[in-house]
Nanobody, 112 residues
Framework: QLQLVESGGGLVQPGGSLRLSCAAS????????VGWFRQAPGKEREGVSS????????YYIDSVKGRFTISRDNAKNTVYLEMNSLKPEDTAVYYC?????WGQGTQVTVSS
């Protein structure tokens, strides 16, 4: 059975950086697009970034362009989200999604 496990969240000051990881077991992540989503308190879950399997094409929402970078390591069956210049409005639980599978989420808190 496919399982996605996110890690790398935490508390960071504004302007800081974090790298989130989405590790998969039970299925290879290099067959379909992998997406990162986030949900802040009181808000709907939103798509943040994605990376395609076929050509590695990436997508970012406008609010994170130039600050976040998505990448994949097929040998480790893991997708990463490098987050730089973090802002308080980036505070949310971050989830990875692969096909119909979701991870449990990892909390990112940006606060001084």
């Amino acid at each position: 059975q496919l399982q996605l496990v996110e890690s790398g969240g935490g508390l960071v000051q504004p302007g800081g950086s974090l790298r989130l990881s989405c590790a998969a077991s039970g299925l290879s992540l290099d067959m379909y697009t992998v997406g990162w989503f986030r949900q802040a308190p009181g808000k709907e879950r939103e798509g943040v970034s994605s990376i395609s399997s076929s050509d590695g094409r990436t997508y970012y929402i406008d609010s994170v362009k130039g600050r976040f970078t998505i990448s994949r390591d097929n040998a480790k069956n893991t997708v990463y989200l490098e987050m730089n210049s973090l802002k308080p409005e980036d505070t949310a639980v971050y989830y990875c999604k692969y096909r119909d599978y979701w991870g449990q989420g990892t909390q990112v808190t940006v606060s001084s």
